[in-house]
């Protein structure tokens, strides 16, 4: 198989993920943050292992530290995707962070590079949920995470935006 076929496979997992992190989120039980979250690190660490195969042409040595993955990426991927980043975070409300940040005593970083090293480990951490909790780490800015990242993704590989890959047909197929 060639990087870029194991890139797309990675991407259309990535997607499903994302589209079952949306889907918990949905549902209005607070027993559902954690699978919510983890679903959505899952899906972020795809996404940057997508980028990684296709920048790189090589598998990542370390696969859930998806900070450290992205840090490796080239210079000019990760300007382009902080960019989008900033200019989504330029659309918040004046007061959202402090507001947010009031209610779940946490603080929320405003930058991309901060976000996703609070968001590293949330896959690990929260998926043994009933070991101890790190003492502060946060899994808010999903959405504006996840739309930096894909809209780079679709930027270089247009022609994934809309089609059904391999995964999706063998998805569709399954009768439950």
């Known amino acids: 198989m060639s990087t870029?076929?194991?890139a797309r496979r990675i991407f259309d997992h990535a997607r499903i993920f994302s589209n079952a992190a949306y889907a918990l989120n949905d549902v209005p039980q607070m027993d559902l943050v954690f699978p919510q979250s983890v679903c959505a690190a899952l899906a972020l660490?795809?996404?940057v292992?997508?980028?990684?195969?296709?920048?790189?042409?090589?598998?990542p040595q370390h696969s859930h530290d998806f900070h450290h993955l992205f840090m490796l990426l080239d210079i000019n991927t990760r300007n382009k995707i902080?960019?989008?980043?900033n200019q989504?975070?330029?659309q918040k409300d004046k007061f959202y962070f402090e507001n947010l940040e009031n209610t779940v005593s946490v603080s929320i970083p405003r930058d991309l590079i901060g976000?996703?090293?609070?968001?590293?480990?949330?896959?690990?951490?929260l998926r043994y949920a009933y070991e101890p909790l790190p003492k502060e780490f946060n899994t808010f800015?999903?959405?504006e995470i996840e739309k930096s990242i894909l809209d780079f993704i679709i930027l270089i590989k247009p022609e994934w935006r809309n089609t059904t890959s391999h995964?999706?047909?063998k998805i569709k197929s399954i009768n439950i």
């Open 82 to 85: 902080e960019l989008t980043f």
């Open 167 to 169: 995964t999706w047909q």
């Open 115 to 125: 976000n996703l090293f609070s968001w590293k480990e949330v896959f690990v951490k």
């Open 88 to 90: 989504l975070m330029t």
């Open 49 to 59: 292992k997508t980028l990684y195969l296709l920048e790189k042409k090589k598998e």
């Open 4 to 6: 870029e076929e194991m």
């Open 141 to 143: 800015l999903f959405p």
């Open 45 to 47: 660490e795809l996404y």
